[in-house]
C-alpha cells in the first residue's frame, strides 16, 4: 500500500521557466545572432530565477535555498514579459537569411499554453527513477485515481541514463518534469550520488517531492529499517521537505501453513 499523499499545487516559477527558457534556447541558438542568445539566457535567468546544481558526491556541503512557489499576479507578469522578447525575435527574422517562422510560431504557442495552465484543474503527478525501480507497476496501481472532483494524472519519467554531461537528455529530462505538480522518486536502495544529485536539483527548483524506498519486501525487517533511516536521514540536508516512505509496489507472495483438526498441514 502507497502511503496517502498531500499533494499540494503550487504555482512553480521554476518549472514554467524552465519551459519556457529551454524553448528559446534550443530553438533560437542555431538561427540568431550572440545578442538575442544572450537575450533569452538574461530572461529565463532572471525572470524565472532557474537554478541548476550537479553535486558530485553524495553527501553535499552546502545546500542551496528552495524555490518558493509565486503567486497566480507574478507568474502571469514573467509570462507576458515573454511576448516582447517574442516580437523581437519575430521582427529580427525577417532580415534574417534562414526563415524561421515555424520556430516563432511555437514559442507563441507554448507562451499561450503556459497562460493556459495556470487554470487546469487536474492535479500532475511524475513517477521518477532509474530504469528497474518499479515505476510502471506503481504507475499502474495508481491509475485512474481521483482526488475529490480534480483528476490526477500519473506520468512514469525515466531518468536518463546517459552522461551528465549530455545536454540533450538534460533537456529532455527537465522538460519531462517541468509541468508537474509532484514528483514520486523511487530506489530501491541507500541513495546514489546521481540520485542525491537528481534530488537536489528538483528540491532546489521547488518541486514537491516525495521519496519513495520501493521493493521493501526484499530486505530483511532490521536492514530496511537501516536503508530507511539512511534516506530519512540524507534528505534532511534539502531544501524543503521531503517526504521518505517504503512500499512494494511488487511484493513477493507470503507462504502461509494451515493446520487441519487431524493434525495435518497444507
Known amino acids: 500500500m502507497v502511503s496517502p499523499l498531500v499533494l499540494k499545487r503550487p504555482i512553480l516559477v521554476g518549472g514554467l521557466g ?95 499554453d503556459l497562460v493556459a495552465a495556470l487554470d487546469r484543474s487536474d492535479l500532475r503527478v511524475a513517477v ?26 500519473i506520468t512514469e519519467v525515466n531518468r536518463p541514463a546517459s552522461s551528465p554531461d549530455d545536454s540533450s537528455a538534460a533537456t529532455d529530462w527537465a522538460a519531462a518534469i517541468a509541468d508537474q505538480d509532484a514528483l514520486i522518486y523511487l530506489v530501491t536502495e541507500d541513495l546514489t550520488a546521481s540520485a542525491q544529485g537528481d534530488l537536489l536539483t528538483l528540491a532546489t527548483a521547488g518541486h514537491t517531492l516525495v521519496l519513495v524506498l520501493n521493493k521493501q519486501d526484499h530486505y ?29 509496489a511488487a511484493p513477493n507472495p507470503i507462504k502461509v501453513r494451515t493446520h487441519q483438526a487431524d493434525g495435518t498441514h497444507q
Open 128 to 153: 521518477v527513477g532509474a530504469p528497474g525501480t518499479g515505476k510502471t507497476t506503481l504507475v499502474q496501481h495508481l491509475q485512474p485515481t481521483t482526488l475529490g472532483e480534480q483528476a490526477l494524472l
Open 18 to 112: 524552465l519551459t519556457a527558457s529551454l524553448w528559446l534556447l534550443n530553438t533560437l541558438q542555431d538561427s540568431f545572432d550572440g545578442s538575442l542568445v544572450t537575450s533569452a539566457l538574461v530572461l529565463g535567468a532572471g525572470v524565472w530565477w532557474w537554478r541548476h546544481r550537479q553535486p558530485s558526491a553524495v553527501t553535499t556541503p552546502a545546500t542551496p535555498a528552495a524555490i518558493a512557489p509565486a503567486s497566480r499576479a507574478t507568474v502571469l507578469a514573467a509570462l507576458e514579459a515573454l511576448l516582447p522578447l517574442i516580437e523581437q525575435v519575430e521582427q529580427e527574422g525577417k532580415t534574417s537569411e534562414t526563415p524561421y517562422q515555424v520556430q516563432v510560431a511555437r514559442l507563441a504557442q507554448r507562451q499561450g
Open 220 to 248: 530483511q525487517p532490521e536492514h530496511r529499517a537501516t536503508v530507511l533511516a539512511n534516506l530519512q536521514r540524507r534528505v534532511q540536508a534539502l531544501p524543503g521537505t521531503v517526504e521518505v516512505v517504503a512500499i512494494a
